[in-house]
């Protein structure tokens, strides 16, 4: 069944159309070169180039497909968690795009989404599995019975992951965003493993505020002494990134005890990083069978959307033109 995907939770304006999880076409615009010189994302900004292009993207996926408006069987939106403004743009214009072709229509959860780009093209692996997201908004690991039935395992208590490493990166003026930048830094090869030891919190559970602040510290540290040279940049970076990678892989692994399960799924933007990949897909010597999406569905875009959507569909779910945007989902 022919399903429109519609993805504006951030800067990204994505437009997909999947059948029956075989992906057609995936456009995808970023404002993202708009917000760099404000070093983080300016959401008045966001809003008004989604609803500057968000036209053009959909038609272009469409017609990228191979099919027309009319072929069309279901259309699937982000409904949150994300940005207001940019969530209300793709929002109203999947309403409207449904009630004019007189379409069913569904708003999904963008976190859930971000999991499912890792089964588009793919069969989905046997429920349960244990799903770790992790982007610039969001460090959260998930029992996923079904994508109806998704308990919380652990959350951040602070920043998420990507917020930490863009604001330390902005910090030693890498440029916005930082983890990218962070990442091929990272694979310089000069890494402290112990510069940025962190305290297991009781429970599971991610905290980055600490070793932020270690951080900040440093930097000012080694600025008043004139000590900052771009090799010490590279390593105190790199070490961060360590740190952080090393809490990720700690509490997947420990909810993977936990539930007993030998399933991973990883999804979000972060979910780029290469030592992240890496450690995850180590998993599988553990006899863990392990799902990563591929990079290009790391990003936000629409196809996860556009896939969920029509997997709940044929659950048997769907939305009424009633709904709101959800900023936060929990
Ligand atoms: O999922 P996403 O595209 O947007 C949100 O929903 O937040 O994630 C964006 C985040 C940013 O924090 C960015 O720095 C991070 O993903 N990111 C990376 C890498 N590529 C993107 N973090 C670490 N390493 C990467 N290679
Ligand atoms: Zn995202």
């Known amino acids: 069944m022919y399903t429109l995907g519609i993805e504006t939770s951030c800067d990204e304006t994505s437009a997909s159309v999947v059948n ?31 609803l500057s292009v968000i036209g053009r993207i959909v ?17 699937s939106v982000t409904q949150g ?4 403004g940019s969530l209300l743009t793709g929002v109203s214009f999947a309403k409207s795009l449904a009630y004019s072709l007189s379409l069913p229509f569904i708003g999904v959860n963008h976190l859930y989404a ?10 989905i692996i046997d429920f ?27 959350s951040t208590r602070d920043d998420a992951a990507g917020e930490a490493l863009d604001k330390v990166g902005r910090f030693y003026g890498v440029g916005f965003p930082g983890g990218p930048a962070i990442d091929r830094l990272f694979n310089e090869r000069i890494v402290n493993e112990n510069l940025f030891r962190m305290k297991r919190l009781k429970g599971l559970g991610f905290s980055f505020s600490g ?50 399960i030998k399933k991973a799924v990883l999804g979000g933007g972060v979910a780029a990083n290469s030592l992240l990949r890496r450690r995850v897909l180590a998993l599988r010597r553990k006899g863990v069978s392990v799902r990563v999406p591929p990079l290009r569905f ?24 009633d709904i709101p945007v959800l900023c936060r989902v929990n």
């Open 211 to 260: 070793i932020k602040t270690k951080a900040v510290y440093l930097y000012k540290q080694l600025v008043e002494k004139k000590a900052l040279s771009s090799s010490k940049r590279t390593e105190i970076l790199s070490s961060f990134q360590y740190a952080v990678v090393d809490s990720l892989i700690y509490n997947l692994t420990e909810s993977l005890k936990k539930t007993k």
């Open 59 to 75: 038609e272009q996926a469409v017609s990228g497909a191979g099919i027309g408006f009319r072929d069309l069987k279901l259309v």
């Open 20 to 50: 029956n999880r075989r992906l057609l076409s995936c456009v995808t615009f970023s404002s993202l070169n708009e917000h760099k010189r404000y070093g983080g994302i300016i959401p008045e900004i966001a809003s008004r180039r989604h």
């Open 114 to 123: 971000h999991l499912f780009n890792s089964f588009i093209n793919k069969g």
């Open 81 to 84: 968690p994300g940005l207001s």
């Open 128 to 154: 349960p599995f244990v799903g770790l997201i992790v982007s610039g908004g969001h460090s959260e690991i998930y029992l996923v019975k079904d994508f109806d039935r998704i308990d919380t395992l652990a």
């Open 298 to 321: 790391c990003q936000d875009n629409a196809a996860g959307t556009a896939g969920l959507g029509e997997y709940l569909y044929k659950k048997g779910y769907s939305s009424g033109f």
